[in-house]
């Protein structure tokens, strides 16, 4: 059999240097690199489509996170969706597709015990595989445990984790879910295509008093990728026994993107007195959660009580802009590229 005809070279996005300001092209290099070569244990795949999401932002300057900071003069890496081309020593065939964690690139050298098999069954697009859901159905299910009748409030909303969590939220009971965006446009989808009762519009004011008009009783849950003033005005409106999940800090973010971290003053007053948890999380301590996700993700899918909200940019190039647009707040859900 004749061995398999790829192309000598791939390119690469690489980190040129760490990014402590508003991101600009200078934070990124194309590299144009030798066609990494399997070996048993590995398998060679073609990248078909990459996931960019908000946390890559602060993974440019080294901050302390969950996962490894990208390093200058190294590929950025991310979560993709790609087709097995070579596959030595078995587990894996040539046309599979696979899940893995080595995007910004046009072809991947992936661990094979790191490589995830997607099953063409499982969710209508394939694409659906790069969304932050499991994120929201963690944080609520796990961490917020949302309940029957809770009024649930969501920080960015129109992100990748909101879209979903909104959803979920009421999927899961919720009697009324509010949201937090910074456009009117985006609310205005929140409402009429995601399901959300209401929307606290950053920028149009402080948000303590939005969020009580638009939760006179208070809330039971949060759901928080921002941070800052709007962490501390869900405590100002948490009902006793309130559940805060806490998924990112995107204040020290949006808009210019400087900054690494979102300091924030909570009165421990109310937390003591209102025996409010607070919980970070992240879907990688929870390895079992993937294949929990899928399945309700699927169902939703093909019943239509579920929306995946993306936009999709074609070709890796366009990935550097993919994600400062992504930072500036210019897309509304996950933002996916194709190779």
């Given at each position: 059999m004749a061995?398999?005809?790829?192309?000598?070279?791939?390119?690469?996005?690489?980190?040129?240097?760490?990014?402590?300001?508003?991101?600009?092209?200078?934070?990124?290099?194309?590299?144009?690199?030798?066609?990494?070569?399997?070996?048993?244990?590995?398998?060679?795949?073609?990248?078909?489509?990459?996931?960019?999401?908000?946390?890559?932002?602060?993974?440019?300057?080294?901050?302390?996170?969950?996962?490894p900071s990208f390093v200058p003069g190294r590929a950025l890496w991310g979560a993709a969706i790609g087709e097995v081309v070579e596959a030595p020593g078995g587990g894996f065939a040539p046309g599979d597709l696979v899940r893995h964690d080595l995007g910004w690139r046009e072809y991947a050298l992936v661990d094979a015990a790191r490589a995830h098999r997607i099953a063409p069954e499982a969710l209508p697009d394939p694409a659906a595989h790069l969304s932050q859901g499991a994120t929201a159905w963690g944080a609520l299910v796990r961490i917020a445990q949302v309940r029957p009748g809770d009024t649930v409030f969501i920080t960015?909303?129109?992100?990748?984790?909101?879209?979903?969590?909104?959803?979920?939220?009421?999927?899961?009971?919720?009697?009324?879910?509010?949201?937090?965006?910074?456009?009117?446009?985006?609310?205005?989808?929140?409402?009429?295509?995601?399901?959300?009762?209401?929307?606290?519009?950053?920028?149009?004011?402080?948000?303590?008093?939005?969020?009580?008009?638009?939760?006179?009783?208070?809330?039971?849950?949060?759901?928080?990728?921002?941070?800052?003033e709007q962490l501390a005005a869900a405590l100002e409106s948490a009902r006793t026994g309130a559940r805060f999940a806490l998924v990112g800090a995107l204040s020290a973010q949006l808009g210019t993107g400087d900054g690494i971290t979102a300091p924030v003053e909570l009165d421990a007053g109310l937390v003591v007195s209102r025996r409010v948890t607070l919980r970070g999380f992240s879907v990688r301590d929870h390895a079992d959660l993937a294949q929990e996700w899928t399945e309700e993700f699927g169902r939703g899918l093909r019943d239509g009580t579920l929306i995946f909200a993306h936009s999709r940019l074609r070709g890796l190039d366009q990935a550097p802009e993919a994600l400062r647009e992504l930072v500036q707040g210019d897309h509304t859900g996950a933002v996916l590229v194709e190779l």
């Amino acid at each position: 059999m004749a061995a398999p005809v790829h192309p000598a070279t791939h390119r690469e996005i690489r980190l040129a240097a760490r990014a402590d300001g508003a991101l600009t092209p200078d934070h990124f290099t194309v590299a144009d690199t030798p066609l990494p070569v399997p070996a048993p244990g590995t398998v060679l795949v073609r990248n078909r489509i990459m996931a960019v999401t908000a946390v890559m932002r602060t993974m440019m300057t080294g901050a302390e996170l969950p996962m490894p900071s990208f390093v200058p003069g190294r590929a950025l890496w991310g979560a993709a969706i790609g087709e097995v081309v070579e596959a030595p020593g078995g587990g894996f065939a040539p046309g599979d597709l696979v899940r893995h964690d080595l995007g910004w690139r046009e072809y991947a050298l992936v661990d094979a015990a790191r490589a995830h098999r997607i099953a063409p069954e499982a969710l209508p697009d394939p694409a659906a595989h790069l969304s932050q859901g499991a994120t929201a159905w963690g944080a609520l299910v796990r961490i917020a445990q949302v309940r029957p009748g809770d009024t649930v409030f969501i920080t960015g909303a129109a992100g990748g984790v909101g879209s979903l969590a909104g959803q979920l939220a009421r999927r899961l009971g919720a009697r009324r879910v509010i949201g937090s965006t910074g456009s009117e446009s985006k609310a205005e989808y929140l409402v009429k295509e995601l399901g959300y009762d209401e929307v606290v519009l950053r920028g149009a004011g402080p948000v303590g008093p939005q969020l009580r008009k638009a939760a006179p009783n208070g809330i039971d849950v949060l759901l928080d990728t921002v941070g800052g003033e709007q962490l501390a005005a869900a405590l100002e409106s948490a009902r006793t026994g309130a559940r805060f999940a806490l998924v990112g800090a995107l204040s020290a973010q949006l808009g210019t993107g400087d900054g690494i971290t979102a300091p924030v003053e909570l009165d421990a007053g109310l937390v003591v007195s209102r025996r409010v948890t607070l919980r970070g999380f992240s879907v990688r301590d929870h390895a079992d959660l993937a294949q929990e996700w899928t399945e309700e993700f699927g169902r939703g899918l093909r019943d239509g009580t579920l929306i995946f909200a993306h936009s999709r940019l074609r070709g890796l190039d366009q990935a550097p802009e993919a994600l400062r647009e992504l930072v500036q707040g210019d897309h509304t859900g996950a933002v996916l590229v194709e190779l």
